[in-house]
């Protein structure tokens, strides 16, 4: 089955541009982990190049985003210092293979690189035009009045930490007041978005990829018409499942199910893709960016610990006697990929989206 949707909203609620005019949340950005190579950014900064957009920050999100990277690097350093440690064990454990196993970094100044990431980040953004406003300098007596009327963002619950975006809401509002302008608002936060709505200039949006698709149809009308061809020709359902295959080893494999420590040790596309759905983001003279979701028949070797005749100590919580084993089982696993397509239907390029894949084991209760 084929349909255009994103985050089950029917293709024809996505409406022509109400404005160019546009302000991404923090958290929009988090999700695409502050990498201005991911496809959905680098569509954004096509559609600024083109005049199609133009993008604002404020000096609230900004250091919202700086926070959540130096956690990302914090991150980093921890997980480094948790694979050195094992991997130190094992060299200790088979003296024999220790050259084999590979050195991993540790010590790194996540400070440091810290502020290198989000430097690189805010660059590419001035880059391509970002306009700065200054929230944390608003009038807050507004916002207080606000807080203590339950009006949006304050009207579910009186939080205070959604005062950063009061006075984010009440800086972009007081720019589109003064140049007689609206702005998107992409967010998914629910009191974000209603303060948005509320203030009668800004336009919420949950998703980027929502904006996205207005901006490409402002931009190029006809490109649904045309990449609609492409991925409904037949052998669209099989070049999919191809990508998936050269991807899986880009991406972890959960597995969900019965089995004990059930672990997926491989994995490989079973079939074509089905229920495949797309979102054009981005449209060049000669190639198209779109975002496909669809679900595709996974087989997977899965290693788990059979433990029907093993023993159980309740006092170590622990089984005794449980042996290794192997199962083959297959799954529908949903995938989320960017793909580029050109003019004449050929995929140029392709990335896994979406993190982690869950694969349910389908005889279990899952």
Not at 100 to 113: F, K, L, N, Q, R
Not at 132 to 160: L, N, S
Request: contains cysteine; negative net charge; aromatic residues 8%.
């Amino acid at each position: 089955m084929q349909s255009r949707e994103e985050d089950g909203a029917p293709e024809e609620n996505i409406g022509p541009l109400v404005t160019r005019n546009v302000f991404i949340d923090t958290q929009t950005y988090r999700e695409v982990e502050f990498d201005t190579r991911h496809p959905t950014l680098m569509a954004l900064f096509e559609h600024i190049g083109t005049d199609t957009l133009r993008l604002h920050t404020t000096d609230i999100m900004l250091r919202e985003c700086l926070r959540h990277v130096g956690a990302l690097t914090e991150g980093l350093a921890r997980e480094l210092g948790k694979t050195a440690g094992l991997a130190m064990k094992w060299r200790r454990r088979i003296p024999a293979h220790s050259q084999e196993m590979p050195e991993v970094p540790t010590g790194i100044d996540h400070s440091a690189w810290s502020k290198t990431y989000f430097d690189a980040f805010r660059t590419a953004l001035n880059t391509h035009g970002a306009r700065e406003h200054a929230a944390a300098t608003q009038d807050p007596v507004p916002i207080f009045r606000a807080y203590f009327d339950r009006h949006p963002p304050f009207d579910e619950k009186k939080k205070p930490k959604e005062f950063p975006d009061a006075f984010v809401i009440a800086a972009l509002v007081k720019w589109c007041e003064d140049n007689d302008a609206s702005m998107y608002v992409v967010t998914r936060d629910g009191g974000m978005r209603r303060a948005a709505l509320a203030s009668g200039r800004l336009v919420p949006l949950e998703t980027l990829t929502e904006l996205l698709s207005s901006a490409t149809r402002e931009h190029s009308p006809d490109v649904e018409a045309a990449v609609d061809l492409m991925v409904g020709a037949s052998t669209f359902a099989g070049e999919l499942a191809g990508l998936v295959d050269e991807h899986l080893g880009d991406v972890g494999i959960v597995y969900y199910g019965d089995l004990a420590d059930g672990d997926i040790e491989s994995a490989r596309a079973a079939g074509d893709a089905k229920e495949i759905g797309w979102t054009v983001i981005s449209a060049a003279a000669d190639r198209y960016g779109v975002i496909v979701d669809f679900v595709q028949p996974i087989l997977a070797q899965v290693d788990f610990e059979d433990r029907e005749l093993a023993f159980y100590d309740k006092e170590d919580d622990s089984y005794f006697g449980a042996e290794s084993a192997t199962a083959e089982l297959e799954a529908d696993v949903e995938v989320r990929m960017f793909v580029e397509i050109t003019a004449s239907g050929e995929v140029v390029r392709s990335e896994m989206l979406g993190g982690d894949l869950d694969f349910h084991d389908p005889t279990g209760p899952y």
